[in-house]
């Protein structure tokens, strides 16, 4: 009799295992707000759990570099801009985009009308706030087609290495200051400032964007086909998240809110924040399109004298896994 039960025992506990959900950890690129929606409508609403996963959900932030976490293991996954991205498979990290939830860069120079710029034309002998970390590329590569130096005087531009924050344009310390559509620029806004006494210019509308918030894991990760398989169910369940997101951007500010242990979100800008980012993300099911990582290392190898990425990558982006999720 306790030899059955024993072997009833453990066949139960072995039928457990089969049944538990896989372990996935997921580390964002900077801190819990609208930018990462998807991923948390996903765990919210069930699409992951569903999809047989426990996903963890690990904020970023100023002291935290999703490169470095997955290289030391803390994590499955990553949210990334290509070009931190690049940088970081040029120099060993072996990289690789398996999804592409944003389609569209949100970048942008946000000047003040003042200042007397309309134009690209008109940033000689202004102060430019540029994000650096990787950031900066485009930026440097925007002023090289333009023929301006960045080294500053009457024929170039001063380039302000600026923090993540908008005070260098709300000081007057800069003419225009690097925002994204749906973060800094609403800062802007939220400050006192109105649209009609801002001049802004998109990376897209430049032809100097490249692709932001895309998923990338280690390479040799990829050899593993049940590794793939559970990438599969992570990518086909976010993008859910994401579609769900576009749809009822106020729940999932509600939910990001929920989400944010510092305290430091608001529902206003949350809610902002989801409705630009919805631009960002729309018409695309975490497909990567090659043309748009082909424009991306174009704008990479133009970088100037310091270019992020000195060679045509290799081997940085496949589709194995949105194939295996069957998006297409």
């Known amino acids: 009799m306790k030899k059955l039960i024993a072997g009833v025992s453990a066949s139960l506990v072995m039928a457990s295992a089969a049944w538990a959900n896989e372990d996935v950890t997921l580390q964002l690129k900077w801190v819990t707000q609208a930018q990462f929606a998807g991923y948390y409508v996903a ?6 759990s569903d999809a047989g996963l426990d996903v963890t ?17 803390g994590a499955d996954v990553i949210v990334d801009w290509m070009p931190a991205a690049l940088a970081a498979r040029e120099k060993g990290l072996a990289l690789v985009n398996i999804a592409q939830p944003y389609k569209k860069s949100g970048m942008m120079l946000t000047c003040l009308k003042e200042s007397g710029i309309k134009t690209p034309a008109d940033f000689p002998g202004h102060t430019l706030g540029v994000w650096f970390f990787g950031n900066e590329y485009p930026f440097l590569s925007w002023m090289s087609h333009l023929g ?13 290495k600026q923090g993540f924050n908008v005070d260098p344009l709300l000081q007057k310390q ?7 559509t749906y973060n800094e620029y609403l800062q802007v806004l939220e400050a006192g400032i109105k649209p009609d006494q801002l001049v802004t210019f998109k990376y897209e509308d430049e032809g100097v964007a ?7 894991v280690m390479e040799d990760k990829l050899k593993d086909p049940a590794f793939v398989e559970k990438m599969a169910k992570f ?3 976010s993008m859910e ?10 729940e999932a500010a509600k939910i990001v809110l929920d989400n944010d242990e510092t305290g430091a979100q608001t529902i206003e800008h949350q809610e ?9 993300t729309e018409g695309t099911d975490g497909v990567l399109d090659p043309a748009d990582y082909e424009r991306t290392v174009k704008v990479l190898l133009e970088g100037g004298s310091d270019p992020v990425i000195t060679k045509q990558p290799e081997g940085a982006w496949t589709h194995a896994v949105t194939d295996a999720a069957g998006l297409k």
């Open 43 to 48: 765990q919210d609403k069930g699409f992951y």
């Open 57 to 73: 959900i690990k904020p970023g932030g100023p002291d935290i570099g999703p490169e470095q976490v997955i290289a030391g293991g």
């Open 148 to 160: 301006i130096p960045t080294d500053g005087g009457d024929k170039g531009v001063t380039v302000l």
């Open 174 to 180: 800069a003419a225009c200051i690097s925002t994204m």
């Open 210 to 216: 490249t692709l932001e918030d895309g998923l990338y």
């Open 235 to 237: 990518v086909k369940a």
């Open 241 to 250: 998240g994401w579609k769900y997101a576009e749809e009822h951007p106020e």
């Open 272 to 280: 902002g924040m989801m409705k630009e980012v919805a631009k960002l």
